[in-house]
């Protein structure tokens, strides 16, 4: 497993913008519906937006409707960390990219099959490489 990236907030403030900040670091979300990712159904990997490492992949990728980008799974059940959060109220599983700690979105157990999650992700925390 690769070395965790472990920066402080003024670094990580010099290599993202500040949504991207607000949302990878300070556990943001992005108004639904307003994500560059959502529409998105070009073949290719989803990277963190963060320390550009690889996340989805498009296969997986579904429209469910919410508002934000959504995946069936993850490239590497590895490189995520599942946090239970009730910050809202109600209890939902947060995302966390464990190679830098980055905020990605929550995950929710009404995905469709083989995995029956949804991994329900900011646009803003991801960066997508299109498939030559
Ligand atoms: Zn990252």
């Not at 639904?32 to 498009?58: H, M, Q, R, T």
């Not at 579904?62 to 946090?83: Q, R, T």
């Amino acid at each position: 497993m690769k070395k965790r990236i472990v920066k402080t907030k003024e670094e990580w403030k010099n290599i993202l913008n500040p949504q991207e900040f607000y949302i990878l670091r300070e556990k943001g979300t992005e108004p639904p519906f307003s994500g560059k990712y959502i529409y998105n159904k070009d073949k290719g990997i989803y990277v963190c937006a963060g320390c550009k490492n690889e996340l989805f992949s498009s296969e997986v990728k579904f429209d469910s409707g919410s508002g934000w980008p959504s995946f069936w799974d993850v490239i590497s059940k590895a490189s995520v960390e599942l946090k239970s959060d009730h910050s809202l109220g109600v209890h939902r599983i947060e995302v966390i990219y464990s190679n830098c700690g980055g905020h990605l979105g929550f995950v929710f157990d009404d995905g469709p099959k083989p995995t029956g999650k949804r991994y329900c992700i900011n646009s803003t925390s991801l960066q997508f490489q299109k498939k030559k």
